[in-house]
């Protein structure tokens, strides 16, 4: 932590010295690395060594063979041909049993986690916490009286082996992103490892948020950690993941699928800040489907990764059921993200609201897109789009392609973008107010992504904050 | 030309794949990215020579490469117009397509630097499988054009209307789109604001009723720096009506101080339609303002409440929406051709007898329209 | 008094949630003119809107009559054909409708002014003569891109074509500059001459009041009706203002507590 105080000598150190927050990396040494690529062989490895049921190595199988016969997506936006999956190592485990005492993990993970201010935000704030690193859940702890309260989180893998879970994972596992979505989905259920199983039963409330972290720490390795919520009726949970990882030269994939099922009356917040360095190609696969009366509600910032294709999808499928999406995304120099969202307004008189901001710099590429699709038995429904894109230079881009179906005479749809570039007078009127021109320029950026911010607990708002004044930092000197 | 005899075994229609792709695309299965037509094999194959300057060749139509090349092979003749510099010409530049005998037009116009013109394009009529106009403008610099394109036909007709135009430095293009009819109706429209401070205004207005599908690409390449583009669409979608609507802004490295918008407000008072929109805004430069903007669904409330106190309901009001895009392309339909089109189809739409109104109100009938 | 024209009892209404009137009475007889005044925010606005039956406010309690006939649960649109009109602060704009298809339309909807095209068009030919109405105006689209005097015009030529039984003008003459005060203020005058319709005038401000003869003068402070009295009561306003009003409800309300 020492270099972190040091004194910025110049420009170029600014960013590497702040960037050291995320960047540092730890060792493999000892840890159980399968092959680059993918193969049955790999595939069937993961397997046993999980001790899956039978009906998993299947559901695995038939995805690689779904994923050997799918084309790369072909046409769409930022390239991802530098990512050559030949050369991804599909599985890394650290070589260390899952604790569930602060304790017990191994001194290097600890000491991972406690820079990235895991265990202390956990103390503060969170009913429960899991983390990752690379392909395996390292910890897992909850507080006793959620727990108490009937609220199952674990890892996926630890709910197949309880007689009492398996059979709910079994229910849902897989129903909502099907592994023939496209080709990093099948890929995902190939090889997927790690990630949550949350249970929140009928009624309860959670107090606070539960929160994973997701830290990929070997280089040329893809994380696919796979999350199962399910709300059940009139229960409510905040969930909050963070991802981050060190900057390599070479790519590394993260292939994640995030199944969300919120039933009737319930509420499920699902909140995001993703930091995965820039060498990452995140290509993650996000959904949810909403019951009735019901409420799904994302916030999402998107910071790192060189290439990503994230576009959560939320299905309202029971009457009066509601979204919204928050989200922000920032991309600089040799970041491509094609960011966004996606809502299905089925149910009559269903709500969706989306509220994105992105911003561009140092030759960053940012596109927005977005699909609002109205059902025919959508009656009444409406849906608001609003995104707000900001210019900091002339090398970067920012595209905003946002679509509309609409099936319903009654329904009513809204849209409103815009793209432009903080004005001259908002930063002659600050300067002349005593704020030097990067002070000016790094305050209105964070205005600007006020709406976000404050839909996030304090500390990662905070986190946010500090992540954009390091990216304006880079640009001023 | 040698007319080429038709070979026995030559497909009686071609399909066009992709018509009206917009230059940056979505998920392929929101079928939004393109338009696929089944159009009558032209009636020659083989090398089609030049009828236009080969200037209007690099002319972007916004319908696609391969619908262009079908449409001047369709044509079998173009039409071409040059306006000389400084020239004023009062006389609208007029052409006509009688869509119930299946003409196709191909028409290019070169408005030389600091004259002034105006073109009428209506496709009128049914009953004649496919109809299609091709319109390619260039502009020079300081020309005003005003393009006034009006799609006005009936019953099971199929008609591609394209409008490619191209404005140097200073070049002013006013641009009022109609369709009012039409089973299945393609138009595309790309403006490129290549000059600085050139500019583009485009009101267009639509109906679409019954079981048509109507097919709109619209695109503005905004690459002279100052360019100012102006889009404004309202529509209204009845019945089983199937609408796509694709509008681009690409706002150009090196464009800077260009601000391009675009809004749209669909009213929809069928209750099986299909409304499609893509309102895309490309950015690469920093210096710019884009903007768009869309209201789909029903009259707003404000306004509800402001014709409910003038005492329309809504189906009253709904109606006098209908009736007004017919007025308001009567009105601005400036040759006496293409206002009788439209009032036809008013006739078809809204009943004869309020399309005799629409006419007698608008003082038609005594300028002997 | 069965030949009053409005006849309002006890309406108390406001938003959803929020009441703004309580218990208003007012009657105006046919052909009269009334003045309704009182300070910003006194509720004027909201009393005209609520006659006129605009669905943004809802009636808690009390009636509205039309010439005997209760009207309080009718639509803006049966009120409008029944003969009320309300000239609109701030009228909206409708993009699409050039104002002939509207004026055509809306005079097309009541059974005393259907009329050929022809006679239509001589008729909106001479109004908007007499309002200095460019008729380049009638094929653009409603309320579009018009100045605030120019839609104060346009809201002029719709009352003088429609010429109801009761023409309710609110602050008709607020951000105007003086050609288009006195154009309006023709409008005004060539209603009571032609029409003979009642008039309820809404304003803060006396000035336009100074050409019309007035028979009733009522004041309005925090949603309550708290004076009435003849024309006289204008220039009472004029020299004192609202503020003894004011502070006579205040007190009113401290005695009750």
């Excluded at chain 1, 991309?331 to 993200?337: E, I, N, P, R, V």
């Excluded at chain 3, 203002?241 to 401290?254: I, M, R, V």
Aim: aromatic content about 6%; some cysteine.
């Amino acid at each position: 932590m020492s270099d972190a105080t040091e004194t910025p000598r110049k420009r170029a150190q600014v960013d590497d010295i702040n960037r050291s927050l995320y960047d540092f990396r730890m060792s493999e040494e000892g840890y159980e690395r399968y092959e680059d690529g993918l193969s049955t062989d790999i595939v069937r490895a993961i397997s046993e060594r999980k001790d899956e049921p039978r009906w998993m190595l299947e559901l695995r199988l038939e995805a690689l063979a779904a994923y050997e016969e799918m084309a790369m997506p072909a046409n769409w936006g930022p390239s991802i041909e530098m990512l050559d999956l030949d050369h991804i190592s599909t599985y890394v485990s650290p070589q260390t049993k899952q604790a569930n005492s602060w304790d017990d993990v191994p001194d290097d993970i600890k000491r991972t986690f406690e820079r990235l201010g895991i265990p202390e935000a956990e103390r503060e704030s969170l009913a429960g916490v899991g983390a990752q690193y690379d392909s395996e859940i390292v910890y897992h702890n909850m507080r006793k009286e959620v727990a108490d309260q009937g609220v199952i989180y674990t890892t996926i893998e630890d709910a197949l082996h309880d007689p009492e879970l398996e059979p709910i994972v079994h229910e849902y596992f897989g129903t909502l992103i099907g592994l023939r979505d496209h080709k990093f989905a099948a890929l995902h259920y190939a090889v997927w490892s790690g990630g949550s199983f949350v249970y929140v039963p009928e009624g309860v409330t959670l107090p606070y948020p539960l929160q994973s972290y997701f830290r990929l720490n070997a280089q040329g390795a893809g994380q696919f950690e796979h999350t199962l919520i399910i709300v059940e009726p009139h229960a409510d949970l905040h969930f909050i993941e963070g991802c981050s990882a060190p900057k390599y030269y070479e790519a590394n994939l993260h292939a994640g699928a995030v199944e969300l099922f919120v039933k009737d009356h319930a509420k499920l917040r699902y909140s995001t800040i993703e930091n995965w360095s820039k060498n990452m190609f995140n290509l993650n696969t996000k959904r949810s489907t909403v019951g009735a009366d019901a409420t799904m509600e994302w916030v999402s910032g998107s910071f790192g990764s060189h290439v990503s294709y994230l576009y959560p999808a939320t299905l309202l499928q029971g009457a009066r059921s509601s979204c919204e999406f928050t989200g922000i995304t920032f991309a600089g120099a040799t970041q491509d993200l094609d960011t966004g969202c996606k809502v299905v307004l089925n149910g009559p008189d269903t709500t969706a609201s989306v509220d994105t901001k992105s911003i561009s710099k140092d030759g960053g590429v940012n596109t927005f897109r977005s699909s609002i699709v109205v059902g025919r038995r959508a009656d009444r429904a409406r849906a608001s789009v609003s995104c707000a894109s900001l210019m900091l230079d002339d090398i970067s881009r920012s595209d905003t392609i946002p679509a509309m179906d609409v099936r319903n005479g009654s329904a009513s749809v809204g849209h409103e973008a815009t793209i432009g570039r903080i004005s001259d007078d908002t930063i002659l009127y600050l300067m002349s107010r005593g704020c030097s021109e990067g002070e000016a320029r790094t305050m209105v950026v964070n205005g600007f992504a006020d709406p976000v911010s404050k839909e996030l607990p304090m500390e990662y708002a905070i986190e946010m904050n500090n992540l954009i004044k390091l990216e304006m930092e880079g640009a001023i000197g | 030309m040698m007319a080429q005899t038709i070979s026995a075994d030559q497909a009686d229609t071609t399909i066009l794949a992709h018509v009206n792709v917009p230059p940056a695309q979505t998920w392929n299965y929101l079928r939004i990215n393109d338009l696929s037509l089944e159009v009558p094999t032209p009636y020659f194959a083989g090398d089609v020579h030049a009828r236009l300057p080969r200037l209007f060749e690099r002319v972007e139509c916004g319908i696609g490469a391969d619908a262009v090349t079908w449409m001047c092979r369709a044509a079998g003749d173009a039409r071409y117009v040059e306006v000389r510099a400084d020239d004023e010409r009062a006389e609208p530049l007029y052409v006509d397509v009688d869509a119930s005998s299946a003409e196709v037009r191909d028409t290019g116009v070169l408005v030389r630097a600091g004259a002034r013109a105006t073109i009428v394009t209506c496709a009128h009529g049914g009953g004649g499988d496919t109809s299609a106009s091709l319109l390619r403008v260039i502009a020079e610099r300081d020309a005003r054009v005003t393009i006034v394109e009006i799609v006005a036909c009936e019953g099971t007709q199929q008609h591609l209307d394209a409008v490619g135009i191209s404005a140097a430095e200073g070049a002013r293009v006013e641009m009022r789109q109609y369709a009012l009819g039409g089973s299945k109706v393609a138009l595309g429209l790309c403006c490129d604001l290549a000059g600085a401070s050139s500019r583009l205004e485009l009101d267009a207005r639509y109906l679409v009723g019954g079981t048509d599908v109507l097919d709109v690409n619209h695109v503005v390449r905004q690459r002279g720096r100052a360019t100012r583009a102006d889009i404004v669409t309202t529509g209204i979608l009845a019945d089983a009506a199937r609408k796509t609507m694709r509008e681009t802004i690409d706002l150009v490295h090196g464009a800077k101080h260009a601000e391009g918008s675009e809004i749209e407000t669909v009213l929809v008072t069928g209750d099986d339609v299909v409304n499609k929109t893509l309102p895309v805004i490309l950015c690469d430069e920093e210096d710019v303002a884009g903007s768009h903007g869309a209201s789909i669904g029903a009259i707003s409330p404000e306004q509800l409440a402001f014709l409910g106190a003038r005492g329309l309901d809504e189906s009253a009001a709904e109606r006098l929406f209908a009736r007004a895009l017919f007025d308001d392309a009567a009105i601005h339909a400036p040759v006496d051709e293409a206002r009788a089109a439209v009032l036809a189809r008013a006739a078809t739409v809204l009943g004869a007898d309020v399309a005799r109104d629409v006419g007698e109100v608008l003082g038609f009938d005594q300028r002997g329209a | 008094m069965s030949h009053q024209l409005l006849t309002i009892s006890g309406l108390s209404a406001g938003t959803e949630d929020k009441p703004i009137l309580h218990g208003i009475d007012l009657t105006i007889g046919a052909g009269e003119t009334h003045v309704l005044m009182g300070p910003n925010g006194a509720g004027k606005s909201t009393l005209g809107h609520v006659i006129m039956g605009d669905p943004a406010y809802h009636v808690t309690d009390g009636t509205i009559a039309l010439a005997g006939e209760d009207i309080t649960d009718k639509g803006p649109d049966k009120r409008s054909l029944a003969g009320i009109f309300l000239s609109y602060q701030a009228p909206v704009e409708v993009p699409g409708v050039p104002l002939y298809s509207f004026l055509r339309t809306i005079c097309q909807m009541r059974p005393e002014l259907k009329t050929t095209a022809r006679t239509f068009r001589r008729r909106v030919g001479e109004i908007a003569e007499r309002l200095d109405i460019d008729q380049g105006f009638l094929t653009r689209e409603l309320n579009v891109g018009f100045s605030g005097g120019e839609r104060k015009k346009i809201e002029m030529l719709q009352l003088l074509l429609l010429r109801p039984r009761l023409a309710i003008l609110d602050e008709t003459d607020s951000g105007l500059d003086v050609d288009a005060l006195s154009v309006v203020s023709r409008g005004i005058e060539t209603y009571r001459a032609e029409c003979d319709g009642a008039l309820l005038m809404i304003t803060h401000n006396t000035r336009i009041l100074e050409r019309l003869t007035v028979d009733r003068t009522h004041v309005m402070v925090h949603g309550r009706m708290v004076a009435d009295g003849p024309a006289e009561l204008i220039d009472d306003i004029d020299a004192h203002g609202f503020s003894h009003f004011e502070d006579a409800l205040a007190q009113k309300a401290e005695a009750q507590q």
